[in-house]
């Protein structure tokens, strides 16, 4: 059936979804919502989008992109002729650019871009797909170094530069963090004592915890996962209360990476081993007792081979 309508002339929805990074059922949407969707037929009767369409289809993204809201951006393209059409006035402030920033050698760069326009149309299905696609795939360590962090920087970036972007950040977040917990935890953990996982006082960035956390669970560690804004005195009552052979501890800002909260941290016998890892601590002030890590896969590593291995 399927190779049957992939042989007739124009796209199907599936085909055209493929090429603008969305989902097909965004495409389905615009159509209902906007009369923006396939003007062929095929002599089967199936519903193709012809070149002109595709053309249209790629204009009012452009304009998405470049800060109209869709129905604006529906209405500019299909009102222009099929190529560069001109961003309603008040909008573009941001440039159409989608944000990326580098990522590491190997990484499949369309799919990172993929993922970075799918976060710019707030495109949540097709944002789910990406990250649970890639996780499903790769695993943990290299869907969020290859694929989630260099999306997330380039919002980031795109979020310094014009003041914008605030939505895409939230909903990626939310995304990222929905598919990093999703990771089911080990059925039967290595670790007999807890790994525990927080991040400091008054620190809100907790996905590298949640990646952590997912991460060590493919590699069968069983992590307690805090989250953000962790008090001292609560992460000194868990630490009290269970006895963890970890301890990581994440910072993403200046403003929460004064370290010397560290040091009053409760012992326990054997003794915790500390890790803190994020670019907001005072490197230079960390207690000699801590352990800076600087990766997500250096974390699991030294989690699961360390000398207080779990
Ligand atoms: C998502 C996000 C948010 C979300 C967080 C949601 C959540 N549940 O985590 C929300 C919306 C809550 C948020 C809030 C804020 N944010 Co914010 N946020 C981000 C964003 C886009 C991603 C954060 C992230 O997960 N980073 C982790 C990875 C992706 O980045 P990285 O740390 O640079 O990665 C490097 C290393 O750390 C290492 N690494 C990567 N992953 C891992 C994992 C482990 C385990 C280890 C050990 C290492 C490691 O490898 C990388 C290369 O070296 C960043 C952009 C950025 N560049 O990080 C801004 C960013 C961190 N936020 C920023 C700011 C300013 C804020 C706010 C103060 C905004 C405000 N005015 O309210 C608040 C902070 C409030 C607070 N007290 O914490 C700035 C910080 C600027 C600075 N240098 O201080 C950034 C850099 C954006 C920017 N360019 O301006 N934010």
């Known amino acids: 059936m399927r190779g049957e309508t992939d042989r007739e002339p124009g796209l199907g929805v599936g085909a055209v979804a493929r090429r603008l990074g969305l989902a097909a059922a965004t495409l389905r949407t615009w159509d209902r919502r906007y009369g923006i969707g396939p003007s062929g037929r095929s002599p089967g009767g199936h519903r193709r989008y012809t070149p002109g369409d ?12 470049a800060g109209a809201p869709p129905g604006e951006a529906a209405h500019v393209a299909l009102r222009e002729p099929p190529g560069e059409p001109r961003p309603p006035r008040g909008h573009g402030a941001g440039g159409n ?56 920087v380039g919002i980031g970036r795109k979020h310094a530069s014009s003041g914008g972007c605030v939505e ?26 807890p790994v525990l996982l927080a991040c400091a006082p008054e620190e809100q960035h907790s996905l590298p915890l949640y990646a952590l ?14 989250g953000a804004r962790v008090p001292a005195d609560a992460l000194a009552a868990a630490i009290r209360r269970t006895g963890p052979g970890t301890v990581f501890v994440w910072s993403q800002i200046a403003r929460t990476g004064d370290p010397d909260w560290l040091s009053d941290l409760p012992g326990t016998r054997p003794a915790v081993r500390l890790l803190a890892g994020g670019p907001g601590w005072r490197r230079d002030r960390l207690p000699d007792a801590v352990r800076f890590v600087t990766s997500l896969s250096q974390a699991v590593t030294e989690i699961l081979d360390g000398p207080a291995a779990p």
Request: aromatic share 0%.
């Open 97 to 152: 650019r989608v944000p990326v920033g580098e990522a590491p050698a190997g990484a499949d760069t369309a799919e990172v871009r993929g993922l970075a326009r799918a976060a710019m149309s707030l495109d949540v299905p097709a944002m789910n797909d990406a990250v649970r696609t890639a996780i499903a795939r790769d695993g943990v360590v290299r869907a969020w170094d290859g694929l989630m962090v260099p999306v997330l």
């Open 168 to 193: 895409v950040e939230h909903l990626l977040s939310t995304v990222v963090l929905g598919g990093l917990a999703e990771v089911p935890p080990p059925a039967r953990p290595v670790n007999v004592r």
């Open 213 to 226: 956390a997912a991460a060590l669970a493919q590699g069968g560690v069983a992590a307690s996962l805090l």
């Open 54 to 65: 595709v053309a249209r289809l790629e204009a009012m993204q452009r304009l998405i992109l």
